[in-house]
């Protein structure tokens, strides 16, 4: 393994992520090194010239590569740990079969650059990175100026505001912008943070906490002492998380008794009677905290598929 630096690496590559370019391999060595060593799949759309393959190939010592790109003359860069699969971004089939397969910690998307292929390609891999992992959406500048028409393509939301939206999420999980941001509520709730680099967006996916049965009582005990909504949210959340739907309404309609004031309280038991089934239990509670909110707060705050059991219950 070369003690060079990634950026050299990929300068000796002929990729044209290195800083003599794009300068996204400065930034990819901080983000990656961690695990330069480690044993994971690394998907990367869009094979060119094989630059980037083979500045993969050199970097991490025990990754598998994994190449896709529609043309198949891309097959020649395989080898050596490195795959090249031949297919379509856009092809739902195709990227299924890249799922079953692998189960990557990095995906980089170089491929078309076109808005409405990333948005189909982040909403399917993007839930099968592992926890922990880091998916990057590359060259992003072409979708401000000139050119931006024609790379979003006739999606309903460009890219930068796509992406825009997925940040706001982040920094309010309370909110989403309008019923047409649906993938930001999909996606957003398993990212842990994004890094924005200059040409590039990275969404780095959350890491599983896993706890056991003794400390969820510990937890339940301490909340519903403490008679603290926040808290009792929390914990019903957790619960729904488990499939404990019994348990989750009793913790989150004890929330409400705590907090009865507390729009959002009112809207978590909703989601959690939607999930158990109960539509009018849940349509009710969303009418509470409407009420509590104001329509337009709360409507905003709460998921498409919840908005639509008021008019199904009317």
Known sequence: MTDLSLDLIGIAEGTDKHSLYTGYLDHYERM??????????IIEIGVFKGGSLRTWRRFFSKARIIGVDINPACLQYAGNDVIVEIGSQN???????????????????????RALDIKFTFERLFPALLPGGCYVIEDVEVHFGPEAERFRDGASLSLPALLSGLQARLLCATHAPSPDWEVVWRVAA??????????AAAFWKREHTTLTGQQIDQIEGFAMASR??????ALSKILD????SGRAERVARYAVECGPREWISHARLAEILEHAGDAPGAAAALEAAIALAGNARAAAGLPERLRGLLAAKG
């Open 91 to 113: 092809d739902a089939a195709f990227l299924e079969s890249l799922r079953s397969k692998y189960q990557p910690t990095i995906v980089i998307d170089d491929g078309s650059h």
């Open 190 to 199: 398993a990212v842990a943070r994004v890094e924005t680099i200059r040409g």
């Open 241 to 244: 998380a488990r499939g404990d």
């Open 228 to 233: 603290q909504p926040v808290a009792l949210r």
């Open 32 to 41: 990656f090194r961690p695990l330069q060593h480690e044993p994971i799949d």
